[in-house]
């Protein structure tokens, strides 16, 4: 018998597997396709700052505390998976296309400045000379500098790497029920029939977790899929020094370089239940925003477009920790945040597994706030 059964292998189980075995448990992950879903698909910003809306003062917070936890993560793990993940900690820019949008900026900026978080205003001139290929239209923008971006795809393939070098134990099959004995969660039973009995489960398979058989009614909050599209885009060289997410007439879009080329543009946000369709009008949208802040992208060879599935719970924050279920654990409901949030939900989870008590920076986060 395992220390702990994850139901699901995308970033979030995957981190909690790496930082749980780091602490000595025994863990099995349950994902037929680990990695393939919403971490398959996301651009990977890490945007605490520049995603700041109101209300999410707390989510910043686990932000901010997710962010700055990245570069030890990212050197250990690249360490132990002799693997890359494209981190960069170069800040992004955040700009504005008209005055209205402008003015949207300069709340933001004003929101972050209420909070103690810098913020440097910048001119169109000044956008320009931090990012050359940005249209002349452009009005001014916003400098996160500490916010940063990490290839998610990069990211997954080293945490498999490092689960594996840990003892972590993958089963590439569906979970399809939570065993419960004694009004306790001991196992999963998986699709083949075969069950995995553990001190401990977590459920950490995104909208998907709402699948899972056996969770008595109102253990699990409602967590819904929320469709974004992305599309990716590649030059010899890169296109941008840095992120860059832009305000085009009220509407968002945000470009994520990497070092090899790739520019990847998102993304839609559509309440589609578990629709993946990609469609012409998301494409559109995306491909003409970006082209309004930058005309040069209508130069670069078309890669790829694909669509992925956002965990979003009741408040759009995550759901961390012990559920009403003794030896049920959710780590789901990240939302817009999973990969910037892998850090802290990694460390949030193992030491809830080791420890048998929430850290205090999760607390908000209980799944017992529904
Ligand atoms: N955080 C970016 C997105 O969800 O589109």
């Given at each position: 018998m395992d220390d702990v059964v994850i139901v699901g292998g995308g970033v979030i189980g995957l981190a909690a597997a790496w930082r749980s075995l780091g602490r000595g448990l025994r863990v099995t992950i349950a994902d037929p396709e680990p990695a393939t879903k919403a971490s398959h698909v996301a651009a990977g910003m890490l945007t605490p700052v520049s995603e700041l809306t109101y209300g999410e003062e707390a989510l910043l917070r686990l932000g901010l505390a997710s962010r700055d936890r990245y570069p030890a993560f990212v050197a250990e793990l690249e360490e132990i998976s002799g693997q890359v993940t494209g981190f960069r900690d170069d800040g992004i820019l955040q700009v504005a296309l008209d005055s209205d949008d402008l003015a949207v900026l300069d709340e933001l900026r004003r929101f972050q400045e209420s909070l103690g978080i810098a913020a440097e205003a910048l001119t169109g001139r000044e956008c320009r000379r931090l990012e050359p290929m940005l249209a002349p239209a452009v009005r001014g923008g916003l400098l996160a500098p500490a916010?940063?971006?990490?290839d998610p795809r990069r990211l997954t393939a080293a945490l498999l790497a490092a689960v594996e070098r840990l003892g972590g134990v993958l089963v590439r099959e569906r979970?399809?029920?939570?065993?419960?004995?004694?009004?306790?969660?001991?196992?999963?039973?998986?699709?083949?029939g075969e069950t995995l009995h553990a001190a401990q489960?977590?459920?950490a398979a995104g909208p998907w977790s709402q699948d899972v058989k056996g969770?008595?009614?109102?253990?699990?909050?409602?967590?819904?899929?929320?469709?974004?599209?992305?599309?990716?885009?590649?030059?010899?060289?890169?296109?941008?020094?840095?992120?860059?997410?832009?305000?085009?007439?009220?509407?968002?879009?945000?470009?994520?370089?990497?070092?090899?080329?790739?520019l990847v543009v998102g993304a839609t946000q559509e309440e589609?239940?578990?629709?993946?369709?990609?469609?012409?009008?998301?494409?559109?949208?995306?491909?003409r925003d970006a082209r309004e802040l930058l005309p040069g992208i209508t130069e670069l060879a078309f890669t790829e477009v694909s669509a992925g599935l956002r965990p979003g719970s009741p408040d759009n924050a995550p759901v961390l920790g012990p559920s009403a279920l003794p030896g049920l654990l959710l780590a789901t409901g990240h939302f817009r945040n999973g990969v910037l949030l892998a850090p802290v939900t990694g460390d949030v989870m193992?030491?809830?597994?080791?420890?048998?008590?929430?850290?205090?920076?999760?607390r908000p986060f209980s799944p017992g706030r529904f």
């Open positions: 916010d940063g971006s990490i979970a399809t029920e939570v065993l419960v004995e004694d009004g306790r969660a001991t196992g999963v039973r998986l699709e083949s489960v977590v459920l969770v008595p009614p109102g253990v699990l909050p409602p967590v819904r899929p929320v469709k974004g599209q992305v599309v990716r885009l590649r030059s010899a060289t890169p296109f941008l020094r840095r992120c860059v997410r832009g305000l085009v007439r009220g509407s968002s879009v945000y470009l994520v370089p990497r070092d090899d080329g790739e589609m239940g578990f629709d993946t369709t990609v469609t012409a009008g998301g494409l559109w949208e995306l491909l193992a030491e809830t597994l080791a420890t048998g008590a929430a850290p205090e920076i999760a």
